[in-house]
């Protein structure tokens, strides 16, 4: 039997908590010969909440469930613990503007950086609560005690929404869709890039000729698909959320086929696609499956992906300005 892995979860009385906490748990993510010991964090007044679901989950009599524990701080959830997944933060109200979110979830994301130091020394973290990639980056820079490698933002719940669209055009299996790559904000300039997608082995953009969609349609659903969502249930993405997280984690974990890639948002380093050192931007990647992971380089990108990069880019440096206080 592998060592015991301490997973802390924020927002865990929240849906997409609710909907993850119980996947870990049942050894879906690290594996049935690896015990999970699973740090429910939530703020004070959800804390009750959070009790409930950790009663669930020690209901459900899972064999790789090693402990379940509630904590109303962030310092006692951080505590020891190998990854941590930040999925709680606040929700844009009606006629908030995208920096009035930056802004208000500015120092809470200050706070759980400075307790991150707390990790265990392998610590690695994800960040999910929006909007992510800014909040991951306060996260990082209020946590110098932890490489900053060891930081993410998730972008996979795009790629899987990618993924998705690009199959039901082709009418194919999402099997059959490979090699998506998000590039940049989780945000409505984020970039699917069809160009380097393969279906069934072939380019996408030569298996499905309509550029126009390609170009237009396919880009804004994928997009805008987590407003559609709250348009059309009236609350935001749970079940698939916590489902891209799954798959965030275990891309992290585990060895990248060869020929493939997956999607994370990741501190650039300068030299990746002109992206500026320090962004949290999302890039195609592979992992080793051993804790290091790399940038997939030497993508064809055309005029059209460059301006759509170049437009993503830019509203991150917008972003880092508005919280340039918060970074530490």
């Not at 090699?179 to 279906?199: K, L, R, V």
């Not at 559609?228 to 935001?236: E, F, L, M, P, Q």
């Not at 696609?273 to 499956?289: K, T």
């Not at 030497?298 to 440096?317: M, P, Q, V």
């Amino acid at each position: 039997m592998k060592p015991i892995i301490k997973v802390a979860v924020t927002g865990a009385a929240g849906q997409i908590g609710y909907s993850l906490l119980f996947r870990i748990a049942s050894g879906e993510l690290f594996g049935h010969d690896r015990k999970v010991h699973l740090h429910l964090v939530e703020l004070p007044v959800a804390a009750k909440a959070a009790e409930g679901t950790a009663m669930e989950l020690n209901d459900c009599g899972f064999d790789s469930l090693a402990a379940v524990d509630v904590f109303d701080s962030p310092e006692k959830g951080f505590d020891g613990v190998s990854w941590a997944a930040l999925v709680g933060s606040k929700p844009r109200g009606p006629g908030m503007e995208r920096n009035d979110l930056i802004k208000e979830n500015g120092p809470i994301f200050v706070s759980q950086g400075k307790a991150l130091a707390r990790g265990a020394d392998d610590l690695r973290v994800v960040v999910v609560g929006n909007p992510c990639n800014t909040n991951c980056l306060i996260a990082q820079r209020n946590c110098p005690e932890v490489p900053a490698n060891r930081f993410s933002a998730m972008t996979m719940l795009d790629q899987n929404r990618a993924r998705a669209q690009l199959a039901q055009k082709a009418g194919v299996g999402v099997d059959q869709v490979t090699n998506m790559a998000i590039w940049g904000n989780h945000s409505s300039t984020m970039y699917p890039d069809y160009e380097n997608t393969q279906i069934g082995g072939e380019s996408a953009a030569s298996l499905i000729k309509d550029k126009s969609w390609l170009q237009g349609d396919f880009i804004t659903t994928v997009q805008k698909r987590g407003a559609a969502i709250i348009a059309a249930r009236g609350k935001s993405s749970a079940a698939s959320a916590a489902s891209a997280c799954i798959e965030h984690i275990r891309s992290f974990e585990e060895k990248t086929p060869q020929g493939k890639w997956f999607s994370a948002a990741i501190p650039g380093d300068g030299s990746s696609y002109g992206v500026p050192e320090g962004l949290i931007f999302s890039f195609p990647l592979r992992s080793d499956g051993e804790g290091a992971f790399q940038v997939v380089e030497g993508l064809d990108l055309s005029s059209f992906a460059k301006e759509k990069i170049k437009l993503t880019t830019d509203e991150l440096l917008g972003e880092r300005s508005v919280v340039e206080d918060l970074l530490g």
